[in-house]
């Protein structure tokens, strides 16, 4: 259609997922963040290594294992270089990969402070009648889809689900719930007839 536009925006979350661990030195649940720091302990031919965290509140620290006994021999050792030296690109996805996580840790908080990126894929000729947003998310995003739209469109929250309500606003695949949090492949469609 020439009316449609069409635009990519790729959300690159700021900040990893944090897990909810008991801190024993706050006496409480507590968020902890990565350290961003590996530390490794070869014991003879075989190799442990953990993900740092500290705790939010006092700076305890949560080892979060990544390697457990592991065979020297069975680890490539470009990987292993990665892991003594703390490499920053090998933390990240570390941190990032919230499922692996969430084995180790049970509760986990997805924060939703994000850098969005937008590019235009298609634009028509005529005035601009329908947005289509693909929504690129390589790593997960606590962010709602709420709140993207509100934050990128600068509308309200309340007139965002007024707009999914008289399906104005439709998401795909996942429906009207634009309370979740946005995800790779996403596809939003917003009818601008009528609103400016
Ligand atoms: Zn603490």
């Given at each position: ?6 635009v990519?925006?790729?959300?690159i ?17 507590r ?5 961003d720091?590996?530390?490794?302990n ?8 953990w ?10 620290t949560w080892n979060?294992p990544?390697?457990e006994?592991?065979p020297v ?6 990987f ?7 490499e ?12 692996a996580l ?17 590019t ?17 998310v390589?790593e ?13 469109l ?9 707009l ?9 695949p996942?429906?009207p719930?634009?309370r ?16 400016s």
């Amino acid at each position: 259609m020439a009316d449609v536009l069409r635009v990519q925006w790729t959300i690159i979350p700021r900040t990893a997922p944090q897990p909810w661990l008991t801190c024993s030195r706050c006496g409480e649940a507590r968020r902890f963040r990565s350290s961003d720091r590996i530390r490794v302990n070869a014991n003879g031919k075989r190799v442990d290594a953990w993900l740092i965290y500290k705790c939010t509140g006092c700076g305890s620290t949560w080892n979060r294992p990544i390697l457990e006994r592991r065979p020297v021999r069975s680890i490539d050792p470009g990987f292993l270089m990665s892991l003594n030296t703390s490499e920053a690109m090998l933390t990240r996805r570390l941190a990032f990969d919230v499922e692996a996580l969430r084995r180790s840790a049970g509760r986990v908080e997805e924060c939703d402070d994000a850098l969005v990126t937008r590019t235009v894929l298609s634009q028509g000729t005529t005035p601009t009648r329908q947005l289509e947003i693909l929504c690129s998310v390589p790593e997960p995003v606590g962010l709602r889809v709420d709140r993207l739209l509100a934050n990128e469109l600068h509308l309200s929250r309340s007139r965002i689900q007024q707009l999914a309500k008289t399906g104005d606003l439709v998401a795909f695949p996942q429906g009207p719930n634009l309370r979740r949090p946005v995800r790779d492949g996403m596809r939003l469609v917003l009818n601008l007839a009528g609103h400016s």
